[in-house]
């Protein structure tokens, strides 16, 4: 019989992963993990982190600090899911992590885009820290595993959940499951809250998220949708004192034809605020009017002094983030 | 028997285009593009090494914030001040009219021309008006529309549209109207609205 006629049958073979054939042997041993824990003094022993290769291999490509606990990182792998108690998950480093990520992130987006209207503002700190981002930067940038699941003989250098089943929404309690989605961005903000506690604070915290947070580049220009730009946008200069906006034509090819092109200015009084281009008036007006206001949302500082710098040293000179009206209401 | 006359033979062999010494001169003098004005030294330019600033055309980037745009402390405002309306300034002393020298008039470049002509809004509605709307729109939404009510009042739908707008029912009539309409389309103009559609939606990201 040729591999070609095999194949059909080889693949009826259930094989299950290596993960999961521990899974099978050792349900007698873990039963007691999605119940009440049993009073403990110690991480689990199937747990020790001397024991795993990954961990000490993380550490480094991290270039975490010596002082850096290994077992703190073992920590950070752990979701409440996969360990009810609190004093052997990671969930009070997350916790910690979390609002450190969130008010660095918020910080460098206000003073590098001080006029960004809030939703884009909320959605800008998502795309640097909200789950789908810090997933992506533990799996596929630290090279975080996953364990199929949190069984006794389970490396402790991989993620440990207890995964949603298809099909199932997540719940309030972690107790039903979780995405490893979920798991996996509650690890690096663990991680991120182990660097506060143990490499010094806020300095180390600043610049490890300056270095991996940070430094993904954001295109905050492909964020907007602005419903009524003409009204908007007239009534941005009728709020700022700028002279009401008009239209204004300064290229076109082919207005008769079935392709035609046009370019249009959108002017205050002499000052060009946008330009648009289309394939009829309307359009290139309306894109004009998109491009004016995105220049006015999207202002960036000359000087972005950080907040943050007084925490660490309150008698460094500082000089206060812009601030002016807010969004335009219409 | 008479021969077969040579042009009714069909040709053997594949149809190959000979690139003829006229037609590659004809693309090379296309491609043949003088450098750019700003490339090129004259007297002015500069004695030592230098960088020529000549980019691309390219759409401009929002990330350039208009300097109207700048707030009045921004280091940038001063490099390219923006063009505010002259305020009025108080008529001259006799004096100072003695005093003055002629006044050189600058050409100023003209603004290209507006899409439709700017106007100024008159505020002309009163609050009978804004009475007499409202009551013409319920007591017949077909006949005094937004258009015809516009039109009557000689201003913009816009405005009918905040002052009265129109009722729940007239909105639903509307909308069956317009599903009675969409009904008979078929299948290629419902694409081809659908995708109108989602290239409109395009204009108010500016993607």
Redesign the interface.
């Given at each position: 019989m040729t591999l070609k006629r095999l194949r059909p049958l080889l693949r009826l073979r259930p094989v299950a992963p290596p993960s999961q054939r521990l899974l099978i042997r050792s349900v007698a041993t873990t039963t007691s993990i999605s119940t009440e824990p049993p009073v403990r003094t110690t991480p689990p022993p199937c747990r020790t982190p001397s024991l795993s290769a990954k961990l000490p291999a993380l550490h480094s490509r991290l270039s975490l600090h010596p002082a850096y606990p290994i077992e703190t990182l073992a920590r950070a792998l752990v979701h409440s899911s996969a360990d009810a108690d609190h004093r052997f998950n990671n969930h009070t480093l997350a916790t910690l992590g979390d609002s450190l990520l969130q008010y660095l992130v918020s910080e460098h987006i206000l003073t590098k885009f001080p006029r960004l209207p809030t939703a884009i503002h909320q959605a800008a700190i998502d795309a640097y820290a909200g789950h789908e981002a810090l997933d992506h930067l533990g799996r596929n940038t630290w090279g975080i595993e996953v364990a199929y699941a949190p069984v006794a003989e389970v490396d402790a250098g991989l993620l440990q959940l207890k995964r949603l089943p298809p099909g199932e929404a997540p719940g309030l309690t972690p107790d039903s499951g979780v995405t490893v989605e979920y798991a996996m961005a509650s690890a690096v903000r663990a991680i991120i809250g182990g660097i506060y506690l143990h490499e010094g604070g806020l300095p180390a915290v600043r610049q490890f998220t300056r270095l991996h947070i940070l430094s993904r580049k954001l295109d905050v220009?492909?964020m907007?949708?602005?419903?009524k730009?003409t009204l908007e946008l007239s009534r941005l200069c009728a709020r700022e004192g700028?002279?009401?906006p008009?239209?204004?034509?300064?290229a076109e090819t082919g207005r008769l034809s079935s392709h035609a092109v046009f370019v249009?200015?959108v002017?205050?009084?002499?000052?060009?605020?946008?330009?648009?281009?289309?394939g009829s008036?309307q359009?290139a007006?309306?894109?004009a009017a998109?491009?004016?206001l995105?220049?006015?949302y999207?202002?960036?500082?000359?000087e972005k002094d950080l907040p943050s710098k007084t925490l660490e040293d309150p008698k460094v000179e500082f000089k206060p983030a812009?601030i002016?009206a807010g969004e335009v209401i219409i | 028997m008479a021969p077969v006359p040579t042009l009714l033979v069909p040709r053997v062999g594949p149809r190959v285009f000979i690139r003829t010494e006229a037609t590659v001169r004809r693309l090379t003098k296309k491609l043949r593009l003088h450098p750019h004005p700003s490339f090129n030294l004259t007297s002015t330019s500069p004695k030592g090494s230098h960088i020529i600033h000549n980019p691309p055309s390219a759409a401009p980037t929002p990330y350039v914030t208009p300097s109207l745009f700048l707030p009045a402390l921004d280091a940038r405002r001063k490099l390219s001040p923006p063009i505010l309306p002259a305020e009025p300034t108080p008529a001259p002393t006799e004096a100072a009219l003695a005093d003055s020298k002629p006044v050189v008039a600058v050409a100023e470049k003209p603004l290209p021309p507006p899409l439709s002509q700017p106007y100024e809004k008159t505020y002309h509605l009163t609050p009978e008006d804004f009475d007499e709307i409202r009551r013409l729109r319920v007591e017949d939404p077909v006949k005094w529309s937004a258009n015809a009510l516009a039109r009557k009042f000689n201003v913009s739908p816009l405005v009918i549209g905040i002052a009265a707008p129109a009722g729940a029912e007239r909105w639903s009539a509307k909308e069956k109207e317009l599903e009675k309409v969409k009904s008979r389309w078929g299948k290629k103009r419902t694409l081809a609205r659908e995708m109108r559609t989602r290239r409109k939606e395009e204009w108010f990201k500016g993607e």
């Open positions: 220009e492909k907007f949708l602005i419903k730009p700028f002279e009401s008009v239209a204004r034509l300064h249009v200015g002017y205050s009084g002499k000052n060009l605020l946008g330009e648009g281009h289309g008036l359009e007006r309306t894109r998109v491009n004016a995105k220049a006015w999207l202002y960036s500082p000359l812009f002016d | -």
